[in-house]
């Protein structure tokens, strides 16, 4: 099944000048991108985003980190887009990622972990939404 997914390059991924190299990996694993741009989330928008994991200990932290500086939502689409960029990109927390994969290359701890992905294609669908019009996502051929 062709599906769609959302990557954020997140504000560690671009505080280490890795937008480019993140993405050509990406690219690389035949991802196509559908829509991409820079934003700033303010703590409402990244608050909003990561819902689901209010009440979580970590959530003032992720909401925090997420606003501290611009992230790169790209629109993803691919055969089994989900599963394939979440195992492109490994485990939530690098030290338990496997070798090769996007966070165990770059990120630093399981709160600043370079990239998200989205963990189901309905989720994939409702993220991509959070971020882009229909005008703005391009078909990928
Ligand atoms: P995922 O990004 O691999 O899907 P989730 O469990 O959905 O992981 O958590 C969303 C994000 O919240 C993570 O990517 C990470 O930035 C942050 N996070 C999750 N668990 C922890 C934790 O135990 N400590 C610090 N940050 C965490
Ligand atoms: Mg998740």
Redesign the pocket.
């Known amino acids: 099944m062709i599906e769609r997914t959302l990557a954020i390059l997140?504000p560690d991924c671009v505080r280490k000048n890795l937008i480019g190299e993140v993405t050509t990996r990406i690219e690389k694993a035949g991802f196509k991108i559908l829509a991409l741009k820079k934003v700033r989330l303010t703590k409402e928008s990244a608050g909003g985003f990561?819902a689901v994991?209010k009440g979580?200990?970590?959530y003032d932290?992720?909401v925090e980190?997420m606003s501290s500086g611009p992230c790169v939502p790209i629109a993803l689409e691919k055969e089994n887009a989900v599963a394939e960029f979440r195992a492109l990109i490994g485990?939530?927390d690098p030290k338990d990622a496997a070798p090769g994969t996007i966070r165990k290359l770059y990120a630093d701890n399981?709160?600043?972990?370079i990239v998200?992905?989205s963990?189901s294609p309905d989720n994939g669908k409702i993220e991509i939404n959070f971020f882009f019009s229909s005008k703005e996502l391009i078909d990928a051929q």
Do not use: V
């Open positions: 997140k990561y994991h979580r200990p970590f932290g992720l980190f485990a939530t399981k709160g600043e972990n998200h992905g963990d």
